[in-house]
C-alpha cells in the first residue's frame, strides 16, 4: 500500500498546537490593543436614547452650535442641551413623533434624557473650551464636521501628541473668535490666513502652554 502521508506528516499535531497557540496569543494581545480605550476612542459613537442629528439640525436647518452647546464660550465644558432647548421647537414641531417621545417624557416627568457622553479626557489632565473657544481654535479643529455627521462621532484622538501637536503650530488653527462655529472653514484657509495669524499671535502673545503642569496639576 503506497505511503498516504510523508514521513514528516508525524510532526503536524505538534505544529498545528503551535500554530493554534500563536494564532490565540495574536487574538488576545490585538484585541487588547484594539479594544482597549485608547484606540477605541477615534470613531467612538454610542448609540443615544433619542436618534438626534447634527447633520440635520445645525447642516440643513444651519442652527449655530452655540444655541444648544451655550456654555462653550464661559466654561471649561461644553455642556448638553437641556429638554427645555429642544422644546422650544418640539413643543410645536413633530409633536407626534415616536423618536421624540423621550423628549417628550422628559418634560412631563423632569429627568433629564440620558444622553451618552463620547469626548472624555482623563481627569489629571485640564481642557478649557473657553481658553480655546475665545481666542479662535473652531469647534472643527477638534470635532470634525459635526454639522455633517447624523450621529456624533470622535474624529481625533484627544491623546497628549494631538494637543501639543497644535500647540507647537497654533497658526494653522486660528481664526476670528466669531466664527469659531463655522463649519467648512479650514477647508478654505489660505496661506494668507496663516500668515495673518502669525502675525497675531505675535502681536496678541499667543502662547499654547507646552510645559507640564499647565495641562496636570
Ligand atoms: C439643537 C441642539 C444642538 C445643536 C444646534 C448642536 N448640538 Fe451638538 N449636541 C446636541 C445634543 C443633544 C448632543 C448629545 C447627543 C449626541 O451626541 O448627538 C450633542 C453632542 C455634541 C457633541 C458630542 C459631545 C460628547 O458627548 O462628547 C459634540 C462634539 C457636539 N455636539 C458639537 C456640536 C457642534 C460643533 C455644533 C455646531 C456645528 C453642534 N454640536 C450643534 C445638540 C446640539
Ligand atoms: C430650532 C428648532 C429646533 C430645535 C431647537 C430642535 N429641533 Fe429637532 N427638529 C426640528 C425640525 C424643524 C425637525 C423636522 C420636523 C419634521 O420633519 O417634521 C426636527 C426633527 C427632529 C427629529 C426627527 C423627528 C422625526 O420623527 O423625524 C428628532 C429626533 C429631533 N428633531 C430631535 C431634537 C432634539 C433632541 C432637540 C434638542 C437637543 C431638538 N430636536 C431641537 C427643529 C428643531
Ligand atoms: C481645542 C479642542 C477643542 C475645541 C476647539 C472644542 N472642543 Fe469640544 N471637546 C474637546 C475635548 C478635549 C472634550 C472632552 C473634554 C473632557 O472630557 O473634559 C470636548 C468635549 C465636548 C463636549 C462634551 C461636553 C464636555 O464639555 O465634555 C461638547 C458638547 C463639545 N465638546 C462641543 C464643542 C463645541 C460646540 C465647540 C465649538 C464652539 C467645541 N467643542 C470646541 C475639545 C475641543
Ligand atoms: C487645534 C489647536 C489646539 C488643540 C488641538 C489644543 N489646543 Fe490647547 N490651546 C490652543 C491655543 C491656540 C491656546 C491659547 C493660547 C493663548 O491664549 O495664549 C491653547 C491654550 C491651552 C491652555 C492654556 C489656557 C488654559 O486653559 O489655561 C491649556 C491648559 C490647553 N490649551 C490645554 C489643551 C489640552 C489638554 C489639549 C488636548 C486635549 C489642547 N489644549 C488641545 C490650541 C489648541
Ligand atoms: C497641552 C497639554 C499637555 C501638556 C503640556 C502635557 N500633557 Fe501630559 N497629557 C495630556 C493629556 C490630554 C493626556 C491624556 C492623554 C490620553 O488620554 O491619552 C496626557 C497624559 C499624560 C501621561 C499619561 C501617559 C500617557 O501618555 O497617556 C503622562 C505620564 C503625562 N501626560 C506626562 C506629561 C509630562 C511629563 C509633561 C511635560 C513634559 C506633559 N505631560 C505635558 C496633556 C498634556
Redesign the pocket.
Known amino acids: 500500500m503506497p505511503q498516504l502521508f510523508p514521513r514528516n506528516a508525524n510532526a503536524l499535531p505538534a505544529v498545528s498546537l503551535l500554530v493554534v497557540l500563536l494564532g490565540g496569543l495574536v487574538v488576545v494581545v490585538g484585541g487588547w490593543y484594539y479594544l482597549s480605550p485608547r484606540f477605541y476612542e477615534v470613531g467612538y459613537m454610542p448609540e443615544q436614547p433619542?436618534?438626534?442629528?447634527h447633520a440635520?439640525?445645525a447642516g440643513q436647518?444651519g442652527?449655530d452650535c452655540r444655541?444648544?452647546h451655550n456654555h462653550v464660550e464661559q466654561s471649561p465644558h461644553a455642556n448638553v442641551?437641556s429638554t427645555q432647548?429642544?422644546m422650544?421647537?418640539?413643543g410645536v414641531?413633530?409633536t407626534e413623533?415616536?423618536?421624540?417621545l423621550p423628549?417628550r417624557e422628559s418634560w412631563a416627568t423632569g429627568v433629564p434624557?440620558e444622553w451618552v457622553k463620547i469626548h472624555h479626557i482623563p481627569d489629571y489632565a485640564q481642557f478649557s473650551h473657553a481658553a480655546h473657544v475665545n481666542v479662535g481654535v473652531g469647534c472643527e479643529s477638534c470635532h470634525g464636521r459635526v454639522d455633517q455627521m447624523v450621529v456624533v462621532s470622535q474624529v481625533e484622538p484627544l491623546s497628549m501628541g494631538w494637543c501639543l501637536e497644535c500647540h507647537r503650530n497654533p497658526e494653522e488653527h486660528l481664526r476670528d473668535p466669531s466664527l469659531v462655529t463655522q463649519m467648512g472653514y479650514l477647508d478654505e484657509m489660505t496661506e494668507a490666513d496663516i500668515a495673518a495669524n502669525r502675525e497675531r499671535i505675535e502681536q496678541e502673545g499667543i502662547k499654547p502652554p507646552q510645559n507640564c503642569s499647565a495641562c496636570h496639576y
Open positions: 433619542v436618534p438626534y442629528s440635520f439640525h436647518l442652527m444655541y444648544c442641551p432647548t429642544c422650544n421647537c418640539h414641531v413633530a413623533s415616536a423618536q421624540l423628549v434624557v
